[in-house]
């Protein structure tokens, strides 16, 4: 089990729950679903603490996480 650490709370995510959390962040906001592409962009957010939502709305909004950018203020 992996830890996420986020400026609102810590909270234990599988890699498997994390996605599904995103995926049905970005559903909800969307209602489209996530391509196959956006994985590694995911990827790298899980490994920064971005919470899921933050995940799903930095895809919205087209931006890619970065483990150079301080994503953690936008989760």
Known sequence: MNR???T???FDLTWDEYVLAVEDNYLIETGDDIDEE???DICTAY???MTPLGCAIALMEGHRPSR???WRQAA
Do not use: A, Q
């Open 4 to 6: 996420l650490n986020t």
């Open 8 to 10: 609102e709370s810590l």
């Open 38 to 40: 956006r994985l590694p």
């Open 47 to 49: 490994d920064i603490g």
């Open 68 to 70: 150079h950018d301080d």
